[in-house]
Every structure is written in C-alpha cells, then in structure tokens.
C-alpha cells in the first residue's frame, strides 16, 4: 500500500469517526432537549436554563463536527482521484505495450485465414447441431405419446387458473434466420481481396 492510498485511508477513518460522533452529539441533544421539556413541565427554571444550553452545545458541537468531516470527505475524494489517475496511467501504459506487440505481428492474410476456417467450422456446427435437434425431437416424440403431453399439460394448466388451447393458439412460430445472400457474400468476397492487397 502506498504512501496515497495510507492517506485515504486514514481519511476516510477519521470521516467516519467524526460522522459516528456527529450522530452521538445528535442523540444527546435530542435527549437534553427531552429533559428541557421536562424540566419546564415541573416548572424548575434553572434546570430547563442549563438543559436549553446543553442542547444548544451539543447541536453546534454536531454541526461543527459534521463540517469536518465534510472537509475530511472532500480531501479524501481528491485523493482518490489522484490514485485512481496513477492506477489508470499505469493500467494504460501496459495496453500500450501490448497494442505495439499486437500490432507488430498482424498478418492481414493470415488472420483472413483464420477467420475464413472460423466460418467454416461455424458452418458444420450449424448443420450438425441442425441435425441433432431434429434427431432428438423426432426420438423424443415417438417415446412419448402426444395423448399423454395434452393431458399433462392442460392438467397443470387448470391447476395454475391458465386457459392453455387459448395460448397454444396465440404462440408464433419462430421466425427463420437467412444466410447472406449472394450479393452479400460477393461483396464480403471482394473487401477481403482489396484488404489481402
């Protein structure tokens, strides 16, 4: 830990004890006040005189207490900002660093390569996983029969107070997502060329 970040520590300690002894003079005064009220309900003058200065000494001493700890709180953001600032320097002289190394070793044509067998792969996951969910739905339908689903189903649905042919009805089938099309991919095609030159 730094010599900065020892100071905002022990800013932020002292604020807070100041802050824990503003709310201790608050209570006090609420209770001098409490027994000025008191005091004036059994008609002893001089105490409530001598209740009346305590509750007045203890709501400035809050006051001046809690315009310390405001101070103390505004020193301690400014230190705070100062180590963020050397923390965020420091974080970004080191992507700096590693911006020149990355840059230094791109290779346009091997990283359109790369991304082409990317597209590829992507591609036959796409079939295969095609594949697989119709394999599944298809085995999963014939092991259950459909008599004993819509039964199921509307037996939790009248327990759950829910009209299910009426949501059935209402759901939407989901909507396909096209491929690029031609013009579209001739278009990829030749930004990749005139980037490989």
């Known amino acids: 830990m730094s ?48 209740y009346a200065q305590n509750a007045i000494r ?28 050397r923390q965020v320097t420091g974080s970004m002289a080191n992507v700096v660093r590693g911006m020149d190394g990355a840059m230094k070793s791109m290779d346009l044509e091997k990283i359109s390569t790369v991304m082409d067998k990317f597209e590829t792969q992507f591609e036959d996951l796409d079939v295969a996983t095609g594949y697989y969910e119709n394999a599944t739905s298809s085995a999963t339908a014939v092991g259950t029969p459909q008599e004993d689903v819509d039964r199921l189903m509307n037996q939790v649905a009248d327990e759950a107070g829910v009209e299910l042919q009426t949501e059935m009805r209402n759901a ?16 990829l095609g030749e930004r990749l060329r005139a980037l490989r030159n």
């Open 3 to 50: 010599g900065l970040e020892k100071a905002l520590f022990n800013l932020k300690f002292t604020a807070k004890q100041l802050n824990r002894q503003a709310a201790k003079a608050g209570k006090d005064e609420v209770a001098e006040k409490n027994k000025l009220k008191k005091a004036i309900q059994q008609n002893h003058s001089d105490i409530a005189k001598i």
């Open 58 to 85: 203890k709501q400035n001493e809050k006051l001046n207490l809690l315009r310390l700890a405001s101070r103390i709180d505004a020193v301690s953001s400014r230190v705070q900002t100062a180590v963020t600032m």
């Open 172 to 187: 939407e089938a989901p909507v396909k997502v096209a491929g690029p099309t031609e013009v579209e991919e001739e278009g």
